[in-house]
Structure formats: C-alpha cells, structure tokens
C-alpha cells in the first residue's frame, strides 16, 4: 500500500509540473472541453510547435460539423454540439 501512495503523490506531482509548465507554451488546448492537460502535454511532445497543428485542427472541427453528401451530419454529436453554439449566438467563424 505504501508503494501505491508513492506512486500516486508522483504522479499528482508530475500533472501539478504539467499544469505548471503549459502556459510556456502559449496553447489553448486544454480549453477544448474533454482535453486534459495530460493530453496537451503529449500532444506537445510529438508535434512540438503547437502553430504548426492549429490549422489542422480547425479543418478537423470543419470536417466533423459538415454535412454529407446526402445531406446528413458526419458526425451527429459535433453537428448538434455546432448548432447548440450557434443557437447560443455564437457565430461561424471563417478562416
């Protein structure tokens, strides 16, 4: 059981290190909802530069709120997530 509580305080060090260190980086990840800060770290250390994914990631929400061919959403949850926003009074955002 001690061996258990020593690893759990390192790791509660290691996300607080983490947390800590992310506003270096000037990234806004960690505000999508369900992104943790663990993920944006990792995210981080594969791609470095987070400029250079930005615009991969606009094109990917693009992509997930669209409509098909036949007129259905792609992905249902996003689109409704989307037209939830909008209905907020958020608006469409061009790039």
Known sequence: ???VRHYVNQ????????ADF???FECT????P??????VAKLLSEIGDIRRLQGTIYFLAI?????SSKGLPRNPAF?????????RGKTKHRH
């Open 63 to 67: 992509q997930k709120i669209q409509l």
């Open 11 to 18: 790791l509660e060090e290691i996300d607080k290190a983490i």
């Open 1 to 3: 059981m001690r061996d």
């Open 79 to 87: 689109y409704a997530y989307y037209q939830r926003q909008l209905a």
């Open 34 to 39: 369900g992104v943790s800060d663990i993920t």
């Open 29 to 32: 990840l960690n505000t999508i």
């Open 22 to 24: 992310l506003p270096r």
